[in-house]
């Protein structure tokens, strides 16, 4: 079963769950997730996730 986390600037899955993600997982960075205090921990655990497997979603466009 895939698993979906989507990272925003209101909503955020545990930093330890972005790290553990792998193969099984899509991580959804939305462009308002820049504007968190702690984006760089979150942009950090993300490549620790995309190097385990996970895809990563980059949208550059709110609304999506």
């Not at 462009?31 to 984006?39: G, H, I, V, W, Y």
């Amino acid at each position: 079963m895939t698993t979906i986390h989507t990272i925003d600037t209101a909503n955020a899955p545990a930093l330890g769950d972005i790290r553990a993600a792998g193969e099984e997982a899509v991580i959804r960075v939305r462009r308002s997730a820049t504007e968190r205090k702690d984006f760089a921990r979150y942009w950090e655990a993300v490549g620790v996730a995309l190097v385990r497997g996970a895809v990563v979603d980059v949208i550059n466009r709110e609304g999506n």
